[in-house]
């Protein structure tokens, strides 16, 4: 009697619960993934070092570009990484406008990322004047960026994420003091350098892992001038054997964080053998972190985006801190937010110093935040005022005058709580 009784509300309830289950699974956060090949398919102008005036000589290993798209019940945000030196504004624009069109998904809802890989195509990224080849390419590109868009908006799933912190010690301070006194590209281990790496875990509803969002602050700069043929650097081989670590073609999507004064330990040189070390050590890093990575169903889904000014300047011509700085034009910086759940990934269209990351970092309401650079743009080196009084490559080249740090960082921070 009693299992009649048991066995009849259980066929009651079931259903309710079932039905309870679904509408609770409406407000939580579904994810599309996608990924495709972008390596040129043609000698190309390379970008990364000025020395580098003919085209490349081979390919080396693929290019890819990879996708995450968001979809919450009220909002939807899209995610691109790419293995490129850095996307110019035009570009960014005209990619995310023909999204939009294709897709309803609103242009400041999107994020295009580079890894910042010095062995890739030139798009115009530095360079104001590129052969046809280039030309055709950067076409090809942007068509590809837009077809993986769409396959990752066509069918997102139900997921979970999870994020984890780990270490990983094969980036260094470039800003090394010579003997003349003045501060140049090299090894400086006593400078400052961020070391954490960030990784995004996400699995489908079956707890199978379909893609991982990696960052780790450091330039993709293991192969130098010398090297012709086409790379996607350390960024591509992490992803690689995180790859061959999972057993099969999961989506990672690697970006860079706050490294404008920051390079591998090993290159800028001709030896592959570097890049693959450093990607190996990142990917090992990855893998061990997410083993320890609990996830939950996402149920928040935000996005913002913010802009300032700052007056600009022009080059000079040695590594010597300057009394005057010749004007240029105002330098507009683009700030981009989207925050998943206690997640906030926080996009900045240049090249910041890593103690500029630090600050943001330290001084963040969210634990959970990473700092994400060559994204929506590229307004070039953003450096510390330090920098300035100290001279150096990065404050030589910069189009920003001195006195941008602390209002960037309020900004920033600004942007942050306001989720």
Not at 84 to 89: L, N, S, T, V, W
Request: net charge neutral; with cysteine; glycine share 8%.
């Amino acid at each position: 009697m009693k299992r009649k009784i048991l066995f009849t509300v259980i066929t009651i309830l079931l259903p309710a619960l079932l039905i309870a289950q679904n509408a609770s699974n409406k407000n939580f956060v579904k994810l599309g993934v996608s990924q495709i090949n972008i390596t040129p398919d043609q000698p190309v102008i390379m970008s990364g070092y000025d020395a580098r005036k003919t085209p490349s000589t081979g390919i080396h290993d693929s290019l890819f570009a990879s996708a995450l798209f968001f979809s919450g019940e009220q909002n939807e945000a899209l995610l691109i990484s790419a293995d490129i030196i850095g996307f110019p504004f035009a570009f960014v624009d005209s990619v995310k406008k023909v999204i939009s069109e294709k897709t309803r998904i609103p242009t400041d809802h999107i994020m295009i990322i580079a890894t910042h890989d010095h062995g890739g195509p030139a798009i115009h990224t530095y360079e104001p004047q590129l052969p046809q080849s280039n030309e055709d390419y950067i076409q090809t590109l942007k068509e590809k960026l837009v077809t993986l868009a769409m396959k990752a908006m066509s069918n997102p799933q139900p997921f979970s994420m999870g994020i984890g912190k780990g270490k990983c010690n094969m980036n260094i301070n470039r800003r090394a003091v010579f003997a003349d006194g003045g501060v140049w590209l090299g090894r400086n281990p006593d400078g400052v350098c961020d070391h954490e790496l960030d990784v995004i875990k996400f699995v489908d509803a079956k707890n199978n892992l379909i893609a991982l969002f990696v960052n780790w602050p450091c330039h993709g700069t293991t192969m130098g001038q010398e090297n012709y043929q086409l790379t996607g650097d350390w960024p591509a081989s992490a992803a690689r054997y995180i790859r061959k670590l999972a057993g099969k073609n999961i989506v990672v999507a690697i970006t860079a964080g706050a490294s404008a004064n920051i390079n591998p330990i090993y290159g800028p040189g001709n030896d592959f053998n570097e890049s693959e070390a450093v990607g190996y050590h990142v990917a090992n890093e990855v893998w061990r972190v997410i083993d320890q990575i609990k996830t939950s169903p996402d149920k928040s889904l935000k996005f913002v985006n913010s802009n300032i000014n700052f007056p600009g300047k022009k080059g000079w011509n040695d590594q010597f801190p300057q009394t005057s700085l010749p004007t240029g034009s105002d330098v507009n910086i683009r700030l981009t937010g989207l925050k998943l759940d206690d997640i906030v990934l926080c996009g900045i269209s240049g090249e910041l110093m890593t103690e500029m990351g630090l600050q943001v970092k330290k001084e963040s309401s969210y634990s959970n935040t990473i700092i994400i650079t060559h994204c929506n743009g590229l307004t070039g080196y953003i450096c510390t005022d330090k920098a300035f009084s100290e001279g150096g490559y990065e404050p030589k080249v910069s189009h920003l005058m001195p006195g941008a740090e602390r209002p960037l960082v309020r900004k920033f921070l600004e942007m942050i709580h306001s989720f």
